[in-house]
């Protein structure tokens, strides 16, 4: 047994383990997140789609652990990260168990160019130059951002951000990506990118849980978790979930006119 682990964890499998989330921005406000629980395995992509304001985002803050930084809200329920008890894991070494790319990429761009966002993390993992050097070239190919090396973040257009955002989160080397809405701002071809990228990590053991509103972009994930108004209405296997056009259609996540 590693020390901090949960007992009863199976190291194989669950990466993320959610038991009864439920969240409230102010003591006595509404909850934004209700009773909600999953798990997620190692190597596996959940998609998170809903109507806005259905806690999506909210779910994001409190798996990758920022929720409290600048909040006063309320949050019960028990979240597991590899294993370990989200809340017993240090702030420093939290970067370390998941990364979280925001929906509002501003929130995390601070660097003067993007080479030098992307190498933030390995230089704070005080990695040797030569492998934070290999690890930022790594990623730079991987997303193919070559062109972006040396533009400063916050002149980069929504897609661009999301796309030196999730570098930035991958030179970290991660277990456990959360992903808010990063393929939102991207054209098809920046889509179909991203996604060749999630499967190889995703085959290479990391666990992607990512929200998305368009379901055109959620098709190639494992599993599909609906939410509406702070609550996991479903979770299941992606293709069943989207194929069950009356139960989108109740969500109000397709009109009678789409074609999933
Ligand atoms: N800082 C905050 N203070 C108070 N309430 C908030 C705050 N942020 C979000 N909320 C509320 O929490 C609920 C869930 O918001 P959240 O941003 O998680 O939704 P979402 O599903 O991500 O929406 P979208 O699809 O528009 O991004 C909403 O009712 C929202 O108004
Ligand atoms: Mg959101």
Not at 8 to 19: E, P, Q, T, Y
Not at 115 to 120: G, V
Not at 186 to 201: E, M
């Amino acid at each position: 047994m590693i020390a901090g682990v949960d007992e009863g964890w199976n190291m194989s499998k669950k990466a993320v383990v959610i038991r009864g989330l439920s969240y409230q921005y102010q003591p006595g406000g509404p909850f934004a997140l209700k009773n909600i629980s999953f798990q997620a395995a190692r190597g596996e992509i959940v998609m998170v789609t809903g109507l806005s304001g259905c806690g999506k985002s909210t779910l994001c803050f409190c798996i990758g652990g920022v929720i409290d930084y600048n909040r006063n809200g309320v949050m019960t329920g028990e979240i597991l990260l590899n294993g370990k008890n989200a809340g017993n894991i240090r702030k420093a070494a939290m970067a370390l168990e998941v990364g979280v790319v925001f929906q509002n990429p501003d929130t995390q761009l601070f660097s003067p160019t993007v080479e030098d966002e992307i190498a933030f993390g390995p230089e704070n993992l005080c990695l040797p130059p030569g492998r934070i050097q290999e690890r930022v070239e790594q990623v730079i190919n991987l997303l193919d951002i070559g062109a972006l090396r040396e533009a400063n973040p916050c002149r980069l257009s929504g897609g661009e951000k999301h796309l030196v955002a999730l570098a930035a989160v991958l030179a970290i080397d991660p277990p456990v990506l959360v992903l808010d809405e990063v393929m939102s701002q991207l054209d098809q071809s920046g889509k179909n990118r991203v996604q060749s990228v999630l499967q190889r990590l995703c085959k290479a053991g990391k666990t992607i849980i990512a929200v998305e509103h368009d379901l055109a972009a959620v098709a190639f994930s494992h599993r599909l978790m609906v939410m509406e108004e702070g609550i996991l209405v479903r979770c299941g296997n992606t293709e069943t979930l989207l194929a069950d056009r009356d139960f989108m259609r109740a969500r109000k996540l397709i009109g009678l006119e789409h074609n999933y």
